[in-house]
């Protein structure tokens, strides 16, 4: 069982985090009319961030030291015993070594993933315009303002779920957690943001859990009372149609009843009973229906948290709370013994080893996410197919790594660099291939053709480019979204 470093929930722990995450969760109102509670959306979008900095070219695009002639010496490329080929992508072996001085985990192939899952992947080259974490992690999710300053997660929500509770739920961090910059957008479509997903169901009933809470039919009195006080109050009378004020009581009024009504403490929560660490049944709950699937899939997630966001992410899509979901390993280490499965700083440890860092961090990011797609091919929509079948995954990046070394060396730091790819997989698009290619004698990328898809060297695809694409294969129009019938299902 991986082991984080952070510290254990005990009780009291953990009744304060419900009743914290209970300011920031609760949250948002269905639009009148609203279809039939836990109905699915047409499509689903997950946002998996490889937080820091992955390189494409640790990936499904290496490129062989012998095919780079005399420059490969002082360039990132990878010796032929690590490459491996399966279907349309090449792709790296599992690298022996150690990240500051813990043996690596990440055990699980790169290969596996393909061999998994590769007819549905795509790689597409791209260069972005800013080695700023923050900067590019928010470009990377708004195309760098493609569409009005929306992130694909909002316009995703907003095109397919405004019905649900909770349209665009958010676990990640920095700017993959920063809502878009669009004052039109509807806010129910703005993310929802989940601090930690073991206790995130605490916030979605207002009593139960609660020791010595009063029974249900006190609690809708008193409900009922503050409402009346809110409104009566000189505060209430001063601000009465104040827009924040309007749109807390909003929430307040309609999505904790349903929530409660949908009983989404139980149907979300991941945690089993442990007195120790989550008292569960001492506090008169219990586990989810679908807790023992998510916990065989991903047995790590009570100590790791990145396990638990992509269990979340299955149950929040499958019970249809929500349409858009974003998730992201930490820049906090996490050990497994005393092997390491995510060093300080995620990819961007890559500055004091990258060979190792990148290696180990996308083994974790394809493990997380051959998971997530599991669960999705193993759940029926209701519609003669699955949730896979409606999904797409899109694994976004902060930017690449710079393409040099030292002569010769097997170790070597890098830094940011503006060149690099995306991964997507998703059946809605045409996957097994990688879109676009790089110049082996420099390792830069280059665009392709979107009607065609055939590589093009000399041109190069954009932040605006990747997002244009997911939100053509999601069905999500808006003005100046470039389509891409290469890569798009019809």
Same mark, same amino acid.
């Given at each position: 069982?991986?082991?984080?470093?952070?510290? +254990?929930?005990?009780?009291?722990?953990?009744?304060?985090? #419900? #009743?914290?995450?209970?300011?920031?969760?609760?949250?948002?109102?269905?639009?009148?009319?609203?279809?039939?509670?836990?109905?699915?959306?047409?499509?689903?979008?997950?946002?998996?961030?490889?937080?820091?900095?992955?390189?494409?070219?640790?990936?499904?695009?290496?490129?062989?030291?012998? !095919?780079?002639?005399?420059?490969?010496?002082?360039?990132?490329?990878?010796?032929?015993?690590?490459?491996?080929?399966?279907?349309?992508?090449?792709?790296?072996?599992?690298?022996?070594?150690?990240?500051?001085?813990? $043996?690596?985990?990440?055990?699980?192939?790169?290969?596996?993933? &393909? +061999? %998994?899952?590769?007819?549905?992947?795509?790689?597409m080259t791209v260069e972005s315009t800013s080695v700023n974490h923050f900067v590019g992690q928010k470009r990377f999710i708004?195309?760098?303002?493609?569409?009005?300053?929306?992130?694909?997660?909002?316009?995703?929500?907003?095109?397919?779920?405004?019905?649900?509770?909770?349209? @665009?739920?958010?676990?990640?961090?920095?700017?993959?957690?920063?809502?878009?910059?669009?004052?039109?957008?509807?806010?129910?479509?703005?993310? !929802?943001?989940?601090?930690? #997903?073991?206790?995130?169901?605490?916030?979605?009933?207002?009593?139960?859990?609660? %020791?010595?809470?009063?029974?249900?039919?006190?609690?809708?009195?008193?409900?009922?009372?503050?409402?009346?006080?809110?409104?009566?109050?000189?505060?209430?009378?001063?601000?009465?149609?104040?827009?924040?004020?309007?749109?807390?009581?909003?929430?307040?009024? @309609?999505?904790? $009843?349903?929530?409660?009504?949908?009983?989404?403490?139980?149907?979300?929560?991941?945690?089993?009973?442990?007195?120790?660490?989550?008292?569960?049944?001492?506090?008169?709950?219990?586990?989810?229906?679908?807790? *023992?699937?998510?916990?065989? %899939?991903?047995p790590g997630l009570v100590t790791d948290a990145f396990d638990a966001q992509a269990a979340l992410a299955f149950m929040l899509?499958?019970?249809?709370?929500?349409? #858009?979901?974003?998730?992201?390993?930490?820049?906090?280490?996490?050990?497994?013994?005393?092997?390491?499965?995510?060093?300080?700083?995620?990819?961007?440890?890559?500055?004091?080893?990258?060979?190792?860092?990148?290696?180990?961090?996308?083994?974790?990011? &394809?493990?997380?996410?051959?998971?997530?797609?599991?669960?999705l091919k193993s759940e029926p929509d209701g519609a003669d197919g699955t949730l896979w079948d409606r999904s797409l995954v899109?694994?976004?990046?902060?930017?690449?790594?710079? %393409?040099?070394? $030292?002569?010769?060396?097997?170790?070597?730091?890098?830094?940011?660099?503006?060149? @690099?790819?995306?991964?997507?997989?998703?059946?809605?698009?045409?996957?097994?291939?990688?879109?676009?290619?790089?110049?082996?004698?420099?390792?830069?990328?280059?665009?392709?053709?979107? *009607?065609?898809?055939?590589?093009? $060297?000399?041109?190069?695809?954009?932040?605006?480019?990747?997002?244009?694409?997911?939100?053509?294969?999601?069905?999500?129009?808006?003005?100046?979204?470039?389509?891409?019938?290469?890569?798009?299902?019809?």
């Amino acid at each position: 069982m991986s082991i984080s470093v952070r510290p +254990q929930l005990s009780r009291r722990a953990l009744l304060g985090a #419900a #009743a914290a995450l209970g300011i920031t969760a609760g949250l948002r109102a269905r639009r009148a009319g609203a279809q039939a509670l836990g109905v699915l959306p047409e499509r689903l979008l997950f946002v998996v961030a490889a937080t820091g900095g992955a390189s494409i070219l640790e990936s499904f695009l290496p490129v062989v030291d012998v !095919e780079a002639g005399a420059a490969g010496a002082t360039l990132a490329v990878q010796p032929s015993s690590l490459v491996e080929t399966v279907g349309g992508f090449r792709c790296l072996a599992h690298r022996a070594g150690d990240v500051g001085g813990l $043996p690596l985990g990440g055990s699980f192939l790169q290969r596996t993933f &393909l +061999q %998994k899952h590769g007819t549905d992947t795509v790689v597409m080259t791209v260069e972005s315009t800013s080695v700023n974490h923050f900067v590019g992690q928010k470009r990377f999710i708004t195309g760098a303002n493609v569409n009005g300053g929306r992130t694909i997660m909002e316009a995703s929500a907003a095109a397919h779920g405004l019905s649900l509770p909770l349209p @665009n739920c958010n676990l990640a961090q920095g700017g993959y957690l920063e809502p878009g910059d669009d004052n039109t957008l509807d806010d129910r479509a703005r993310p !929802e943001a989940v601090a930690d #997903a073991r206790t995130f169901p605490l916030s979605l009933d207002g009593v139960r859990g609660v %020791k010595n809470a009063p029974d249900a039919a006190l609690v809708r009195r008193a409900r009922g009372v503050r409402d009346r006080i809110d409104d009566g109050s000189p505060f209430g009378h001063t601000f009465g149609n104040a827009p924040l004020r309007t749109r807390l009581l909003e929430r307040r009024r @309609n999505f904790l $009843p349903e929530a409660e009504a949908r009983d989404l403490i139980t149907n979300l929560m991941l945690v089993q009973d442990d007195p120790a660490r989550f008292p569960l049944a001492e506090a008169g709950l219990s586990s989810s229906p679908d807790g *023992v699937r998510v916990r065989e %899939k991903f047995p790590g997630l009570v100590t790791d948290a990145f396990d638990a966001q992509a269990a979340l992410a299955f149950m929040l899509a499958k019970t249809g709370v929500s349409q #858009a979901i974003t998730i992201s390993p930490s820049f906090q280490p996490v050990l497994n013994g005393l092997a390491i499965e995510n060093p300080p700083l995620a990819f961007d440890f890559s500055h004091n080893d990258h060979p190792s860092t990148q290696n180990l961090m996308w083994s974790r990011i &394809l493990r997380v996410v051959d998971g997530l797609v599991d669960l999705l091919k193993s759940e029926p929509d209701g519609a003669d197919g699955t949730l896979w079948d409606r999904s797409l995954v899109y694994i976004a990046t902060d930017f690449g790594r710079e %393409k040099v070394r $030292p002569a010769n060396a097997t170790t070597f730091g890098t830094g940011h660099h503006l060149n @690099n790819g995306v991964v997507m997989v998703s059946p809605l698009l045409r996957g097994g291939r990688v879109y676009g290619g790089v110049d082996p004698t420099t390792l830069l990328t280059h665009g392709f053709d979107p *009607v065609t898809g055939d590589a093009a $060297p000399g041109t190069l695809m954009r932040e605006g480019d990747v997002y244009s694409l997911v939100a053509h294969a999601l069905g999500v129009p808006f003005a100046g979204r470039r389509d891409f019938p290469a890569l798009v299902r019809g």
